[in-house]
């Protein structure tokens, strides 16, 4: 798994891509927001400026994305991050500290996520649209048939006992337990998702909580009065005072979805839940003397 960046270059990165604010008319193109620790170029639509601006921060690109020819409103702004990210952080895209040029952090308005770039000294940032590889990810994910539980234990058909380990299992299949793969391309940028579930949370109905990581054990005769090794539940009540007679749960799968994005050098995590729910019909044994 990819890592998106170090903790350090995580609070950077968001502290330095909160939208900036844009030139007034008269600085378009320019540097229009300076601090300690950024300086943040603001790309407008419009003529085009060459040359770089002050500290080595690069000129705004004529066209920049969004907006439309000749409009005076700033669409992405650039922030030189200062301090730099470690030498061996992603950010740097391939380049090296003995390149004349530094990582900067975009901001678009009318796009999802926050990107970083690479520029040369006295070169205008790419015109291009940000793309955030997250969001196709999160498309490519949206593709896979992903389900909730097929639950098999407890059976809405079953009898269970007060104070009687429960076994709880689901039937796993590729579409309610993984993996599944895919992938989706946006501005030529193709990013490849594969999931699986990690952990099933059972809330069972009488106001507890089982996490199992994995689908759990079948129960077979041969266990006897055992509990389940790795997915189980034992009720203290009987279900006849809950509406219909019954606990009413859900199993609700955690999907991690794993995506990488190669021609960005990028890739990350992300999790997607589904649920399912079940009934448990659960009576106190009747002792007769």
């Not at 705004?60 to 409103?73: E, I, L, R, V, Y």
Request: hydrophobic content about 35%; overall charge negative; glycine content about 12%.
């Amino acid at each position: 798994m990819l890592r998106r960046a170090t903790a350090a270059a995580v609070a950077l990165l968001a502290g330095a891509l909160a939208p900036a604010a844009h030139a007034d008319g008269g600085q378009d193109g320019g540097i229009c927001e300076g601090t300690a620790l950024t300086i943040t170029v603001c790309a407008s639509d419009g003529g085009s400026t060459s040359g770089a601006g002050g500290n080595g921060a690069p000129a705004a690109p004529a066209g920049a994305s969004g907006g439309s020819s000749g409009s005076s409103t700033p669409s992405c702004t650039y922030t030189r991050l200062d301090p730099q990210p470690p030498a061996e952080n992603m950010f740097w895209k391939g380049h090296d500290r003995s390149e004349q040029g530094a990582v900067y952090g975009v901001h678009c308005p009318d796009q999802q996520g926050a990107r970083t770039v690479w520029i040369a000294d006295g070169q205008a940032p790419d015109a291009a649209p940000v793309i955030d590889p997250e969001a196709v990810a999160r498309r490519a994910a949206a593709s896979m048939r992903l389900e909730g539980p097929t639950v098999a234990s407890p059976r809405a058909a079953g009898t269970y006992v007060v104070g009687m380990p429960m076994w709880m299992w689901a039937t796993p299949s590729r579409s309610t337990f993984g993996p599944a793969t895919a992938s989706a391309t946006a501005g030529g940028v193709t990013v490849t998702a594969t999931t699986k579930v990690t952990r099933v949370r059972w809330a069972m109905g009488d106001g507890t909580t089982v996490t199992c990581h994995g689908p759990g054990t079948p129960y077979r005769k041969s266990h006897e009065v055992t509990s389940s090794p790795d997915c189980g539940h034992l009720y203290e009540r009987p279900s006849s005072e809950q509406p219909g007679g019954r606990f009413k749960g859900t199993a609700t799968a955690t999907w991690t979805v794993t995506w990488t994005a190669p021609a960005l050098n990028d890739g990350g995590t992300f999790t997607e839940t589904r649920q399912t729910p079940f009934t448990a019909d659960v009576h106190e044994v009747q002792v007769v003397n």
